[in-house]
């Protein structure tokens, strides 16, 4: 048993891999025979991660306020507290806050054989990102 306590600062997403501000709280991290990685990410309004894709897909669960996704050739989906997304392993994706509210998330996922979580690409621009119809 091991316990980490409450006392790890909250890391700030890189901007290679997110746009806005957008801070990482971890929750588990792979050891041993675990290749389970989870984290609390939270993201200012407007906030997202760049395009990406999971080795052994992924799950989110929304825990706080009003957030978008979406896969490659997609629409852009609207999510809320207690939804959750599954992306399959290799898909292109995106998630974030909506463009005025906060939005919290689990994030769920295994990693692969040499403990890669994604392969990230290129961000997802202004334009991408509001052709939401808002909800
Ligand atoms: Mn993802």
Known sequence: ???????????????EWFTGVVHVDTVATPAAASRLSASSVHFTPSARTAWHT????????????????????????????????????????WHGAAPNRFMTHLAMLDVDDDGNNATWGEHVTDEEYHAARAT
Do not use: K, L, W
């Not at 957030?67 to 290799?90: A, K, M």
């Open 54 to 93: 999971h080795p052994n897909g992924q799950t989110i669960y929304v825990t706080e306020g009003i957030g978008r996704c979406q896969r490659r050739g997609g629409p852009i989906e609207v999510i809320r507290p207690g939804d959750r997304v599954f992306f399959e392993p290799g898909e292109h994706h």
């Open 1 to 15: 048993m091991q316990i980490t306590r409450n006392s790890i600062d909250s890391a700030t997403g890189p901007s």
